[in-house]
């Protein structure tokens, strides 16, 4: 599927596996600006059921505080291989659940305010593809109302791999319930925000 640039109001849904497999590929121009999806009910992009997208140059947005953004969800897979843009969400921007991968491998921009940046739940993966160097660009100092990190219930949320800049409001990670958030080392300031992040309930940050 390829985008010469547009806006749409309705999300795109792939659902799998598929029978002899293979991926499908959704490809913008070189600047997400000109390729939106905004969504109201729904996430812009939503991956489920074994089904595997590579996606590159939109700018993705949902308005429904129960969905986000970017959502893989039982046993989805999306891979980001080129640069991506999320917008304001009144859930999450990039969200992994119930034994899903959000695999990074390209720049990131996160504008906007959102309840979190990344959610990762239910055994699902999260994070950077890579050990080192990808981009992830927070503008306009967002406020997030739950988190910029969320891990929880076997999650992993694989950060160390990230460049991070910018300011955010709110509290900068959590990891609970056996949740993982992994920045190898990078300290309690790695992500943005303006309070102190936590662990409960055997979650560990490192």
């Not at 009910?41 to 986000?68: C, H, I, K, P, R």
């Not at 076997?154 to 609970?176: D, E, K, N, W």
Request: glycine fraction near 18%; hydrophobic fraction near 40%.
């Amino acid at each position: 599927l390829v985008s010469t640039g547009g806006t749409w109001t309705t999300g795109a849904f792939v659902s799998g596996p598929f029978f002899g497999g293979g991926t499908v590929q959704m490809i913008g121009p070189i600047s997400p600006a000109s390729n939106v999806i905004s969504v109201s009910s729904g996430s812009a992009l939503d991956v489920e059921y074994g089904a595997v997208v590579y996606v590159e140059g939109f700018t993705l947005s949902s308005s429904d505080s129960l969905n986000g953004a970017m959502s893989a969800k039982f046993g989805g897979q999306i891979y980001i291989y080129g640069t991506m843009s999320f917008g304001a969400c009144a859930g999450y921007q990039l969200g992994a659940l119930v034994g899903s991968q959000i695999r990074v491998r390209s720049t990131l921009t996160l504008t906007g305010n959102c309840s979190y940046a990344m959610y990762a739940s239910f055994s699902s993966y999260l994070g950077a593809d890579t050990s080192s160097g990808i981009s992830v660009a927070v503008s306009g100092t967002p406020t997030y109302i739950g988190a910029f990190a969320l891990a929880t219930d076997a999650a992993i949320v694989y950060a160390a791999g990230f460049s991070l800049s910018g300011s955010a409001i709110g509290t900068r990670y959590s990891a609970q319930i056996g949740g993982i958030i992994d920045t190898a080392g990078g300290g309690a300031s790695y992500f943005p925000g303006s309070v102190a992040g936590g662990i409960s309930n055997g979650g560990i940050y490192a």
